[in-house]
């Protein structure tokens, strides 16, 4: 079963780039598959912010699309995120997840999310 | 952006009831919606994928029902670890989900 695991600084300063990375436990390279993260601020709603398919095709949501850069890393199994100029209203769980068959299908599987808090 | 509204914001029942949830789009996603449960500190899990289709492991008392704008997941008789947050998401444009619902015990 695929496995993922979201990893980052879990405090960032307002007006700063937040930087995570999602590892997975399996092979990045699959043709339909695209990664993608979601945010939750705590006790609110879910929020996509982009997805990626391993050849590089980024999709970004047009509310966050000015701030977002999604990577991927093949050799490693890694995609990326970087999230600039952080205000308080970034606060969230962020989490990596899987799309199959489009950038834009439903999340199948779901890392386990790490809290990124934005504060001096 | 198309808006997804779920109600009610909270449903309080009894185990063994039947739970009805409702999300409305603002807009027509065909077919393309989804929903999804959440328990606390866990993420979201895909139970119904395209309105009526279980997810791979989802117990039959979950189904899911409707198309164009208005949508309902049905639990046929809730079990004590169906009490959770669910939420819905289209995927007709981008991405959005519903602001959710969440089952408590009454």
Redesign the interface.
Same mark, same amino acid.
């Given at each position: 079963q695929l496995q993922l695991q979201a990893s980052g600084p879990g405090l960032v300063k307002p007006s700063e780039t937040l930087s995570l990375t999602c590892t997975l436990s399996d092979f990045i390279s699959s043709r339909s598959d695209y990664w993608v993260w979601i945010r939750q601020p705590p006790g609110k709603?879910?929020?996509?912010i982009a997805s990626i398919h391993y050849r590089g095709n980024t $999709?970004h +949501?047009? /509310?966050l699309k000015s701030r977002v850069t999604i990577s991927v890393d093949t050799s490693k199994n890694q995609f990326s995120l970087k999230l600039s100029s952080v205000t308080a209203a970034d606060t969230a769980f962020y $989490?990596c997840?899987r799309s199959r068959d !489009?950038y +834009? /299908? *439903? *999340?199948?599987s779901? !890392?386990? !999310?790490t809290l990124v808090t934005v504060s001096s | 952006e198309i808006v997804l509204t779920q109600s009610p914001a909270t449903l309080s029942l009894s185990p063994g009831e039947r739970a009805t949830l409702s999300c409305r789009a603002s807009q027509s996603v065909g077919s393309f919606l989804g929903w999804y449960q959440q328990k606390p500190g866990q993420p979201p899990r895909l139970l119904i994928y395209d309105a009526s289709n279980r997810a791979t492991g989802i117990p039959a008392r979950f189904s899911g029902s409707g198309s164009g704008t208005d949508f309902t997941l049905t639990i046929s008789s809730l079990e004590p670890e169906d009490f959770a947050v669910y939420y819905c998401q289209q995927r007709s444009n981008w991405v959005t989900f519903g602001g959710g619902t969440k089952v408590e015990i009454k």
């Open positions: 709603g879910l929020e996509w $999709y +949501n047009p /509310s $989490y997840a !489009g +834009n /299908s *439903f *999340f199948d779901w !890392g386990q !999310g | -």
